[in-house]
């Protein structure tokens, strides 16, 4: 244990490490097994650390799964904010570029599909799942149509639109199927699609 979230460290110090250390056990339980599915006890157990620090922290289970879809957006914004931004020289490279990032967790041993889908199956109605996977989803579909407008495409919302469902689909069968190979087929579609809205 780091000075920083032992003896050594501040009660904010401490507070932060417990913190983070409740994400990531809710993050490696929620994602594998399901909001539904898993417990308060089974989190707060994984994490080792008492109860009433989870409820000072995120205050109810569903602000900590709210917390958990929130992390998972981040961290899937951030990484197709680096590898488009680093890979891809142009927003027509970058359109079809999506699909080889999206695939970088195809291969993952633990990848079970998108969190959102699973989440929001799981979810009632006008709660905070459904707030997180909206807000998801909302990126999501101005990732493509932004790109679409910058490359220039004849109908960017059409093109963003067809993007949105290939990419839902790509995720499903490399889940489903057992298939990684579903990004390399999503890649070849998208380009297919790009090249009819946007002249070379």
């Not at 250390?21 to 929620?30: G, I, P, Q, V």
């Not at 488009?84 to 927003?91: I, K």
């Not at 979810?123 to 679409?148: I, K, N, S």
């Amino acid at each position: 244990m780091s000075a920083k979230s032992g003896k050594g460290a501040s009660p904010q110090e401490r507070s932060a490490a417990a913190r983070a250390r409740l994400l990531a056990s809710a993050s490696e339980l929620f994602y594998a097994e399901g909001v539904q599915s898993v417990g308060i006890d089974r989190v707060i157990e994984h994490a080792g650390v008492a109860k009433a620090t989870l409820y000072s922290a995120f205050g109810s289970k569903d602000e900590l799964v709210r917390a958990y879809l929130q992390a998972r957006h981040d961290a899937t914004r951030e990484r197709m904010r680096r590898e488009l931004g680093e890979r891809f020289p142009s927003a027509r490279e970058r359109l079809v570029g999506v699909f080889e990032v999206q695939g970088l967790s195809f291969t993952d041993p633990g990848f079970r599909g998108c969190a959102f889908v699973s989440a929001k199956a799981e979810a009632r109605p006008g709660g905070a799942v459904e707030e997180a996977a909206d807000g998801y989803r909302a990126w999501l579909h101005t990732l493509f149509f932004d790109l679409a407008q910058e490359a220039g495409a004849r109908d960017a919302k059409a093109l963003a639109q067809q993007l949105v469902l290939l990419y839902d689909g790509a995720g499903i069968s490399a889940w489903m199927d057992h298939d990684p190979s579903a990004e390399h087929a999503a890649r070849t579609v998208a380009a297919a699609l790009v090249d009819a809205q946007i002249p070379a």
